[in-house]
């Protein structure tokens, strides 16, 4: 009994969402080897619906059955009893003796999310560090203070990220950069821009708003900028009058929002979206709403903030222990920094209508950004009740402003009870990518704080972890718009994680990260990144041999003629073949081989497969690897499409062949390999590859 020839065709669950209708009917289907006899039961709820043999197509036979969708959530999974007498179940895991609530497959009525984010290649900007292409905006030192230190404008680009005080560092990157470098992320092939915040804020990072309704002239345009910085010996903001007229002057503000719109409306011409950050559990001390620097209060158009006077409109924006007014600093901080104030939703139904409108706002017209990443967003409100109803009315009113617009949350940890297709679209892949595949080719946590020998390697660690973690928490429409990251600003450069060094640049100095480093190993991930299901998604740099640890030191400044040209170009490479290829962008995946250091799965649909191999040992090894499971016939044909090893990579190679549904495979050290089958032309010669595959869909 080949038992593992058992396959779902879990691409249906997106491929046919199902409207909440009680009548409404759909298709579930399921495939086995021709050789196997075995009645097939669909468990779909609490019914039993016995599969009928429909289609025979080559080695494969497929059993369907149609079911309803009725109007709320079903589980679903797969009986299956042998000829010999045996029973299996078939759920996420595949074939197994028993099943588990948690990795059911679940079909949401009336869920999809947005066709374009189905794995589309994402690249995040952290707007100061990109690019400066305006340094007439720049952030002057001594502008104003934070912290209790004054604003520093760094004027070597190439200077590394101060440990201490990055926050209050400005290196000039802007909007207009971006503008400069849409030409240079349309030849790498992004789909979609994400954006660290780019709103009004004092700080670098810009995660403590000032301003919600307009993006930050420094990141935009000046063009009203009297006052001065602060005297030497002067930490008051309220005498920062350079600072105040450049951030509450409307012209600036209203010419930095429509700087903003041509940035989309240019990136939208070359066929890429735009991500907002959005960060909605906290503001900034800075923030209009509770001034405690007192940058607004005497400023025409404006309220007088809650710190200020007792009486201010947004009083109940912010929760109070007591105290008093003028100065009233006994708000709640988001975890205890007076800095993050963290927004009172329950306490105004003003504020929660207040933020719902800026959702709206930057996805509609004239700005039409194509979606929100949402900061933290499981910490948002004071009760778990609150957080959902939030959420629910978030989505109900971004979708309406636009359908098309993706909803992508922080969180780490168990997001299930987000996606349940009310609320998230999806999230930020750490549980189910970036972690595990961390483990697996480094064995270092996420931010270089440890090395776990036990798990470098660990082949079945990765697929278990890969496996549960999202079968917990997506159903299809979820996981192919998941944002899988190998680094981003939260994290180290996964290029430092790859020398398996332990420590922070405050510990062991900034010049470490670049030392020790391998480069095929980051090859390898990046070959991962762009075949596994989900949103590829490159932080800015990365592509261009960035290095660097946690926060702040992963902050660096793209390295414009300094750029490891060789790494970008095997970036566009390995986009191209995701893009080229449809079943790595929405096909299904398969386990196919897993030993110490050594993996090989599939992606693939009816008329093609891929395979991809990595050989993460130090020496090299040739491996019998079964690929008929992922529908390949027993005697195929598959071509290279990229090779890379401990020296660089290729995009040739000889023609392999599949012998009785098995490849043998020898790959060097370090190194991986994406093959790909395809049934339009099973015996095609090298030429016809070559010449044609692109073209392939």
């Excluded at 104003?144 to 990220?161: I, T």
């Excluded at 660097?548 to 400044?557: A, K, S, Y």
Aim: net charge negative.
């Amino acid at each position: 009994m080949r038992i593992k020839a058992l396959f779902h065709d879990m691409t249906l669950d997106y491929l046919r969402p199902a409207e909440p209708d009680k009548n409404r009917k759909t298709q579930i289907r399921f495939r086995c080897f021709k050789d196997e006899r075995a009645e097939i039961t669909l468990v779909w709820g609490n019914d039993r619906i016995k599969m009928t043999l429909t289609e025979k197509d080559g080695d494969f036979d497929y059993y369907d059955a149609s079911v309803k969708t009725g109007t709320t959530a079903i589980a679903y999974y797969f009986e299956i009893r042998t000829e010999d007498g045996n029973t299996f179940f078939y759920d996420k895991r595949g074939c197994s003796r028993d099943v588990l609530d948690s990795m059911k497959f679940r079909i949401f009525p009336g869920f999809s999310t947005p066709n374009w984010a189905k794995g589309a290649v994402m690249y995040q900007i952290f707007v100061d560090r990109f690019c400066n292409g305006d340094k007439s905006n720049d952030v002057v030192t001594g502008e104003y203070s934070y912290y209790g230190r004054k604003s520093v404008h760094v004027d070597n680009w190439e200077q590394y990220p101060d440990t201490q005080f990055d926050f209050g560092e400005f290196y000039g990157g802007d909007l207009q950069g971006v503008l400069d470098k849409l030409d240079y992320l349309q030849d790498l092939g992004i789909d979609a821009i994400y954006f660290n915040p780019i709103f009004v804020s004092p700080s670098s990072h810009k995660y403590d708003i000032q301003d919600y309704d307009h993006i930050d002239p420094h990141f935009g345009v000046i063009e009203e900028d009297d006052g001065e910085v602060l005297p030497d010996n002067e930490n008051d903001n309220s005498k920062a009058s350079k600072y105040i007229s450049r951030v509450t002057s409307k012209k600036n503000l209203e010419k930095s929002d429509a700087l903003f719109a041509k940035v989309v409306e240019e990136a939208h011409k070359r066929g890429i979206r735009v991500i907002l950050d959005g960060v909605f559990n906290h503001c900034g001390s800075f923030n209009k709403w509770l001034d405690k620097e007192r940058i607004y209060e005497n400023r025409k158009g404006y309220e007088k903030g809650a710190y200020v006077a007792e009486d201010s409109p947004y009083h109940d924006f912010f929760f109070f222990h007591g105290g008093s007014w003028p100065c009233n600093g006994t708000y709640d901080g988001w975890w205890g920094f007076d800095t993050l104030p963290k927004l009172n939703y329950e306490g105004s139904k003003a504020l929660e209508d207040y933020i719902i409108g800026i959702g709206k706002k930057w996805v509609s017209p004239p700005y039409k950004v194509d979606g929100w990443r949402l900061d933290v967003a499981a910490d948002l409100g004071h009760s778990a009740d609150y957080n959902h109803h939030f959420w629910k009315r978030f989505r109900q009113e971004v979708k309406k402003a636009n359908p098309e617009a993706i909803i992508l949350a922080e969180q780490y940890g168990p997001s299930r009870d987000w996606l349940q297709g009310d609320e998230w679209d999806t999230v930020m892949n750490y549980d189910a990518f970036m972690e595990p595949l961390t483990w697996f080719l480094t064995g270092m946590d996420k931010h270089s704080d440890k090395f776990m020998p036990e798990r470098e390697g660990n082949a079945r660690m990765f697929f278990d972890t890969m496996i549960y973690c999202s079968g917990e928490n997506f159903s299809m429409p979820s996981q192919y718009t998941a944002m899988n990251e190998l680094s981003n600003h939260d994290h180290s450069r996964f290029l430092t994680r790859t020398s398996q060094k332990v420590g922070r640049s405050s510990t062991l100095m900034p010049q470490s990260a670049e030392t020790g480093i391998n480069k095929a190993v980051m090859r390898e991930a990046v070959m991962v990144q762009m075949t596994w299901p989900g949103a590829p998604t490159i932080y800015y740099g990365d592509e261009a041999g960035v290095c660097g640890f946690t926060d702040p030191d992963n902050r660096r400044t793209y390295p414009w003629g300094h750029e490891d040209k060789q790494m970008i170009a095997f970036h566009k490479e390995m986009i191209a073949i995701h893009k080229s290829c449809p079943e790595l962008v929405t096909g299904s995946i398969r386990e196919l081989y897993s030993e110490y250091n050594f993996i090989a799965y599939a992606r693939f649909n009816r008329t093609a497969a891929a395979i991809i191999v990595i050989n993460n040992n130090d020496f090299e090894v040739t491996r019998e690897i079964e690929v008929w499971p992922a529908g390949i016939p027993m005697d195929a044909k598959l071509h290279p499409l990229i090779t890379s090893d401990n020296v660089g990579y290729i995009t040739d190679g000889a023609t392999l062949r599949a012998k009785d549904g098995v490849l043998t495979l020898t790959l060097s050290r370090r190194s991986g390999i994406v093959l790909r089958y395809n049934s339009f032309e099973a015996v095609s010669s090298e030429e016809f590859w070559a010449d044609n595959f692109f073209d392939f869909t």
